[in-house]
């Protein structure tokens, strides 16, 4: 049994466009014509200007601020974990139990 499914995913090659992905062979041509796909790179590299209402902005910092938050304590938790170790500790935990 032939499966076909994995054809699904990509364009038909026309032709036009070519670049990886695209289902075409490469022949080391570069397509300078036609339409020109955003995020394909070229003179901007891809790069596209997204713009945001004042308040999708600061929901966007509010997120934002609350991953960095859990970033940094989990950052610090694993250092505080790992110096304990360093001192012969089991754990944090225990390090703060023989401090008191």
């Known amino acids: 049994m032939i499966e076909f499914w994995p054809l699904a995913f990509f364009d038909p090659d026309t032709g036009a466009g070519g670049g990886a992905g695209s289902g075409g062979s490469d022949t080391g041509s570069t397509d300078t014509g036609g339409t020109q796909d955003p995020n394909a790179g070229g003179k901007d590299g891809g790069q596209t200007k997204v713009t945001f209402t004042p308040e999708q902005q600061a929901e966007l910092e509010r997120i934002l601020g609350e991953r ?13 974990e790992a110096r304990a170790k360093e001192l012969g500790f089991e754990s944090a935990e225990a390090m703060e139990a023989a401090l008191k």
């Open 68 to 80: 960095l938050s859990r970033a940094e304590r989990t950052a610090a938790k694993k250092a505080l």
